[in-house]
């Protein structure tokens, strides 16, 4: 079998290619090229003047969690651990509570997400049976200064929150991908 020899050439080992002076000039020049057809053109400049200049958020970015309440008014949330069980973060703690009359749903007495320690998954909302636990507030986390600010608790969450169109009893018609 015959083979295949490809010379390749060896590199220009002159002085004047070992200083670097040719590759460090050609390496300012496009810097500068770039440097001044943003100061003069603004074209191509992608980036912006945050927080004064803020990007539309794509439609499922998934941002700061939020509950949402019942057509009574009430938290959907029936504390079924669903959501704290699949985080894989471990970042939700629920601690469940019995309404008087125990034919209705349980209800979260606490509900409290760290999101300092939140990955941002969003498997708790999949995870939800009950459109109860969203991210689609369309707040970005911001940073906390003090670890005690992370902790989002449910007046906070439910500040975030809205009525859900899902209908009680898990029908869904009318939510986009649901039948
Ligand atoms: S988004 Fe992920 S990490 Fe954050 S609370 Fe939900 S499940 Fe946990
Ligand atoms: S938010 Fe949803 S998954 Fe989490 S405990 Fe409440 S009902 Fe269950």
Not at 15 to 21: D, F, M
Not at 40 to 62: A, C, H, S
Not at 154 to 166: D, F, H, N, Q, R
Request: with cysteine; hydrophobic share 35%.
């Amino acid at each position: 079998m015959a083979v295949t020899v490809t010379k390749i050439p060896r590199p220009d080992r002159s002085l004047w290619v070992q200083s670097y002076v040719p590759e460090v000039m050609r390496g300012l020049s496009i810097t500068s090229k770039q440097f001044f057809k943003n100061l003069f053109t603004k074209k191509d400049v992608v980036t912006i003047q945050y927080p004064e200049v803020k990007r539309d958020y794509p439609e499922r970015y998934r941002g700061l969690h939020r509950l949402m309440y019942r057509d009574d008014g009430q938290v959907r949330c029936v504390a079924c651990m669903c959501c704290s069980t699949a985080c894989p973060a471990n970042c939700i703690h629920i601690e469940a509570a019995e309404h008087d009359d125990t034919s209705i749903e349980k209800y979260p007495a606490v509900f409290v997400i760290d999101e300092l320690r939140c990955i941002v998954c969003g498997m708790c909302v999949e995870a939800c049976p009950c459109d109860a636990i969203r991210m689609d507030s369309g707040i970005h986390t911001h940073p906390f200064y003090e670890r005690d600010t992370a902790f989002f608790d449910k007046p906070a969450l439910l500040e975030l929150g809205g009525p859900s169109v899902a209908h009680q009893g898990g029908d869904m018609k009318g939510v986009q991908g649901h039948h």
